[in-house]
T-cell receptor, first 113, second 114 residues
Framework: ETGVTQSPTHLIKTRGQQVTLRCSSQ?????VSWYQQALGQGPQFIFQ???????GRGNFPPRFSGLQFPNYSSELNVNALELDDSALYLC????????????FGPGTRLTVL | AQSVTQLGSHVSVSEGALVLLRCNYS??????LFWYVQYPNQGLQLLLK??????LVKGINGFEAEFKKSETSFHLTKPSAHMSDAAEYFC????????????FGKGTKLSVKP
């Protein structure tokens, strides 16, 4: 148990729709990162939020966006879903300080039909 | 740019045998290196991390890894495999500190035979 929760566990959407995934970080963690893990691959960094501001972004298009809230929760929004967006989406939270590790949630499995 | 290569997408060992999972990294700056384990339908759990202190790092569940700068390697080992070790293992390098963007390898699936 990492203290990081994600909802929903599974989600099925159709191409072109929009989706919102949610993450609840450990209390006190001021940083959250989102990763996309396609089947049979390692996770890929989408973006990171620190104190409610985007603090780094991977190679993902603008239709992937996020929000971080003061209550240690965050969202990943994906617009105009494509079939290739089908993946496990992981969030990871940490307290931004040297040597602190990131704690991962169990993930949300998104299937786009 | 940082990158990670895991050699062998699938490793199979017998229960009680040595586990060796290979990871090589590329980094232009001193790296932070990690090993994570993922059980089916679960998120990632940190096994161990290297953050420029001791080169031999001990982690949970009897795993350890040795940072070898000359070989740009960070291989994961366990002296004696247990059935419960069967899972997928990911090596990762961090960009900008231990809480920065993690770059993962493609993973190695470990099978343990009775």
């Amino acid at each position: 148990e990492t203290g990081v929760t994600q909802s929903p566990t599974h989600l099925i959407k159709t191409r072109g729709q929009q989706v919102t995934l949610r993450c609840s970080s450990q209390s006190g963690h001021n940083t959250v990162s989102w990763y996309q893990q396609a089947l049979g691959q390692g996770p890929q960094f989408i973006f990171q939020y620190y104190r409610e501001e985007e603090n780094g972004r991977g190679n993902f298009p603008p239709r992937f966006s996020g929000l971080q809230f003061p209550n240690y929760s965050s969202e990943l929004n994906v617009n105009a879903l494509e079939l290739d967006d089908s993946a496990l989406y992981l969030c990871a939270s940490t307290l931004l300080a040297d040597y602190n590790e990131q704690f991962f949630g169990p993930g949300t499995r998104l299937t786009v039909l | 740019a940082q990158s990670v290569t895991q050699l062998g997408s699938h490793v199979s060992v017998s229960e009680g045998a040595l586990v060796l999972l290979r990871c090589n990294y590329s980094s232009s700056v001193p790296p932070y290196l990690f090993w994570y384990v993922q059980y089916p339908n679960q998120g990632l759990q940190l096994l161990l991390k290297y953050t420029s202190a001791a080169t031999l790092v001990k982690g949970i569940n009897g795993f350890e890894a040795e940072f070898k700068k000359s070989e740009t390697s960070f291989h994961l080992t366990k002296p004696s495999a247990h059935m419960s070790d069967a899972a997928e293992y990911f090596c990762a390098v961090s960009v900008g500190g231990s809480q920065g963007n993690l770059i993962f390898g493609k993973g190695t699936k470990l099978s343990v035979k009775p």
